[in-house]
């Protein structure tokens, strides 16, 4: 290497690591301190809020608390069918309308294409007041489906699939016409199971994505039936409540806990998968 | 003849192909961007009247609302604070995490974990360390014999409170790209460079940093748009207040649709971002896209 056939750069080399190290683990600890103490409000008592008290007792009062005060076990059922329900109907639909954008030739492709990508900038919430009346209109206020429908044309997901779909060979869609296969056969033998990276990245990014939305359903919905755990989260904390504090600490904690646990078990599919995803 | 028929077939299954999502898009999308357009055209009937067409005069309305100005001046504070920082610090993460140090494993989940988390769980747990008297914040400063601050009950720090919080939130996100540029980057540029004595400053702004332009301009895009977006923060921590200081337009157009009941109002606000929102969108498919192509 020839860091170490040259001496001075090698001590050059020694000496700056160490102050990049301490600069990066500082970084670290203060990004990382935020939800520790979070996780340390839950589980201690009132009283250690703000008293750092390293044998201080753990109790798990502030979680029963908080799940005697909040229907979390119903936001907990809403937000995972919510989310199941979404991720489910985006992958069909964004299959179809990628599979078409990819392979047939429909007339004035490149301006449907172009009308599909303003979606990115034309998202649901900014639409907040008019989406609310057309959903209110089709009766879908209160309900999950009103919830994610706004959500399941994705523009984000159709491009990602079109994208995918136009570097699968021919020879392989040619393959299986050879052995009498019709489109949706076609799609669903060969362009599918060739895309189960791109599958899986776009879940979890849309997964994340709507266990974590909160403006669109604080809107659609109003009352516990259809409530996800954001806004269950939302309502439950609001200032005027005074709720202890503690409380709120084991709340959010009861609502963040599986999404953070998925992502610290399966960090690097996270990461790999908002990557593989940032080619908006 | 066969052939034409064949391709009109295959014209026809594509569009039936693209069916389900037109019709979802143009529900979700486009009619309400129309209507919202057509909305902001009115004035709100009295107590039950129909809706009487007005023009412009909405806008007029709103060029006169000292409050739009104070909710758009608020926007663009809030975007030229979170969006530098956030890149920065991003880009300093990237640097931090791909220089091999120990313990990268935990500093990379380190600056990553508060993308994952709900905005509205991030408030609620800032929402401690800026509370009054009882909060983390104030008790340190109280502790150091400073007087405490009043995190978000102050007009002049209410803001710089919340993008404190939104930049937590966002850089480690915008890392991510960051270092999948950066692991991109061939290391014989690092080796010539270091035949040629460069120090590792100069190499930085010479060499990497041109070089991650195109993830820059791309994050920039993120951000610009996650600016204008994300306001669930506000519900928790201020509400928009103390008087405005902190409102953003997306939230000053759920307060009017959803608190004032002034739906047109809110539909002309809502055009007003439409308009940042397509300028953001003609920059990034005018420039952007004319380096990447889209085949």
Same mark, same amino acid.
Not at chain 1, 178 to 193: H, R, T
Not at chain 1, 263 to 268: A, G, K, S, V
């Given at each position: 290497?020839?860091?170490?056939?040259?001496?001075?750069?090698?001590?050059?080399?020694?000496? #700056?690591?160490?102050?990049?190290?301490?600069?990066?683990?500082?970084?670290?600890?203060?990004?990382?301190?935020?939800?520790?103490?979070?996780?340390?409000?839950?589980?201690?008592?009132?009283?250690?809020?703000?008293?750092?008290?390293?044998?201080?007792?753990?109790?798990?009062?502030?979680?029963?608390?908080?799940?005697?005060?909040?229907?979390?076990?119903?936001?907990?059922?809403?937000?995972?069918?919510?989310?199941?329900?979404?991720?489910?109907?985006?992958?069909?639909?964004?299959?179809?309308?990628?599979?078409?954008?990819?392979?047939?030739?429909?007339?004035?492709?490149?301006?449907?294409?172009?009308?599909?990508?303003?979606?990115?900038?034309?998202?649901?919430?900014?639409?907040?007041?008019?989406?609310?009346?057309?959903?209110?209109?089709?009766?879908?206020?209160?309900?999950?489906?009103?919830?994610?429908?706004?959500?399941?044309?994705?523009?984000?997901?159709?491009?990602?699939?079109?994208?995918?779909?136009?570097?699968?060979?021919?020879?392989?869609?040619?393959?299986?016409?050879?052995?009498?296969?019709?489109?949706?056969?076609?799609?669903?033998?060969?362009? #599918?199971?060739?895309?189960?990276?791109?599958?899986?990245?776009?879940?979890?990014?849309?997964?994340?994505?709507?266990?974590?939305?909160?403006?669109?359903?604080? #809107?659609?919905?109003?009352?516990?039936?259809?409530?996800?755990?954001? #806004?269950?989260?939302?309502?439950?904390?609001?200032?005027?409540?005074?709720?202890?504090?503690?409380?709120?600490?084991?709340?959010?904690?009861?609502?963040?806990?599986?999404?953070?646990?998925?992502?610290?078990?399966?960090?690097?599919?996270?990461?790999?998968?908002?990557?593989?995803?940032?080619?908006? | 003849?066969?052939?034409?028929?064949?391709?009109?077939?295959?014209?026809?299954?594509?569009?039936?192909?693209?069916?389900?999502?037109?019709?979802?898009?143009?529900?979700?999308?486009?009619?309400?961007?129309?209507?919202?357009?057509?909305?902001?055209?009115?004035?709100?009937?009295?107590?039950?009247?129909?809706?009487?067409?007005?023009?412009?005069?909405?806008?007029?309305?709103?060029?006169?609302?000292?409050?739009?100005?104070?909710?758009?001046?608020?926007?663009?504070?809030?975007?030229?604070?979170?969006?530098?920082?956030?890149?920065?610090?991003?880009?300093?993460?990237?640097?931090?995490?791909?220089?091999?140090?120990?313990?990268?494993?935990?500093?990379?989940?380190?600056?990553?974990?508060?993308?994952?988390?709900?905005?509205?769980?991030?408030?609620?747990?800032?929402?401690?360390?800026?509370?009054?008297?009882?909060?983390?914040?104030?008790?340190?400063?109280?502790?150091?014999?400073?007087?405490?601050?009043?995190?978000?009950?102050?007009?002049?720090?209410?803001?710089?409170?919340?993008?404190?919080?939104?930049?937590?939130?966002?850089?480690?996100?915008?890392?991510?790209?960051?270092?999948?540029?950066?692991?991109?980057?061939?290391?014989?540029?690092?080796?010539?460079?270091?035949?040629?004595?460069?120090?590792?400053?100069?190499?930085?702004?010479?060499?990497?940093?041109?070089?991650?332009?195109?993830?820059?301009?791309?994050?920039?895009?993120?951000?610009?748009?996650?600016?204008?977006?994300?306001?669930?923060?506000?519900?928790?921590?201020?509400?928009?207040?103390?008087?405005?200081?902190?409102?953003?337009?997306?939230?000053?157009?759920?307060?009017?649709?959803?608190?004032?009941?002034?739906?047109?109002?809110?539909?002309?606000?809502?055009?007003?971002?439409?308009?940042?929102?397509?300028?953001?969108?003609?920059?990034?498919?005018?420039?952007?896209?004319?380096?990447?192509?889209?085949?």
């Amino acid at each position: 290497m020839s860091q170490a056939s040259h001496p001075a750069a090698r001590r050059f080399a020694l000496r #700056v690591p160490s102050l990049e190290t301490t600069a990066a683990w500082l970084l670290a600890i203060v990004w990382i301190f935020p939800l520790l103490y979070a996780v340390w409000a839950a589980f201690h008592p009132p009283a250690f809020m703000v008293r750092f008290d390293l044998f201080a007792p753990l109790t798990l009062d502030n979680f029963a608390n908080a799940w005697a005060q909040a229907p979390f076990a119903r936001y907990y059922l809403n937000t995972f069918l919510l989310v199941t329900g979404v991720v489910l109907a985006q992958f069909v639909v964004c299959t179809l309308a990628g599979f078409a954008f990819a392979r047939f030739p429909i007339p004035g492709k490149d301006v449907l294409f172009m009308l599909v990508l303003i979606q990115l900038f034309v998202f649901p919430e900014v639409l907040i007041v008019e989406n609310y009346r057309i959903a209110s209109t089709l009766g879908l206020v209160d309900t999950i489906t009103g919830i994610g429908l706004p959500y399941v044309a994705s523009a984000f997901g159709i491009f990602l699939l079109r994208q995918t779909f136009k570097t699968i060979p021919r020879e392989l869609e040619d393959a299986a016409r050879i052995e009498g296969c019709g489109w949706i056969a076609i799609l669903l033998k060969v362009y #599918v199971p060739l895309a189960k990276p791109t599958y899986l990245a776009y879940g979890l990014v849309s997964i994340s994505h709507h266990w974590n939305n909160f403006l669109w359903p604080l #809107v659609v919905t109003n009352s516990v039936e259809s409530r996800p755990l954001t #806004v269950g989260l939302g309502v439950f904390s609001a200032p005027e409540t005074g709720v202890n504090w503690a409380t709120v600490s084991a709340a959010t904690l009861l609502s963040i806990a599986p999404l953070l646990i998925a992502f610290l078990l399966f960090q690097r599919q996270f990461v790999q998968s908002f990557l593989r995803s940032g080619i908006r | 003849m066969d052939r034409m028929n064949a391709h009109r077939r295959m014209q026809l299954y594509g569009a039936l192909l693209l069916l389900p999502a037109a019709v979802l898009l143009a529900t979700f999308a486009y009619l309400p961007t129309i209507a919202t357009l057509i909305n902001s055209l009115f004035l709100p009937g009295f107590r039950g009247a129909p809706t009487e067409f007005v023009g412009l005069e909405n806008y007029r309305l709103l060029v006169e609302d000292s409050t739009f100005w104070r909710v758009a001046g608020n926007n663009l504070i809030y975007a030229l604070g979170t969006i530098p920082t956030s890149i920065a610090l991003a880009l300093a993460m990237a640097l931090f995490v791909n220089a091999r140090l120990p313990g990268r494993g935990f500093v990379r989940m380190a600056y990553f974990t508060p993308t994952i988390l709900p905005m509205i769980a991030a408030a609620n747990i800032w929402m401690f360390f800026y509370a009054p008297q009882i909060g983390l914040f104030n008790k340190l400063l109280g502790a150091l014999g400073l007087s405490g601050v009043n995190w978000l009950g102050d007009p002049g720090v209410a803001l710089t409170s919340v993008i404190v919080m939104t930049v937590w939130k966002e850089a480690g996100f915008f890392m991510i790209f960051y270092l999948a540029a950066l692991q991109g980057m061939p290391p014989e540029l690092r080796e010539a460079a270091d035949l040629e004595g460069t120090s590792r400053w100069s190499f930085f702004w010479r060499v990497t940093f041109p070089l991650l332009m195109p993830t820059t301009l791309f994050v920039l895009i993120n951000a610009l748009i996650n600016a204008v977006r994300v306001v669930d923060h506000l519900f928790i921590l201020t509400k928009g207040g103390p008087n405005n200081a902190t409102n953003l337009l997306l939230y000053y157009v759920y307060e009017n649709a959803f608190s004032f009941f002034d739906r047109t109002y809110a539909a002309t606000i809502t055009v007003v971002i439409l308009l940042v929102l397509a300028i953001v969108a003609t920059v990034k498919f005018a420039i952007l896209d004319r380096r990447t192509h889209y085949q």
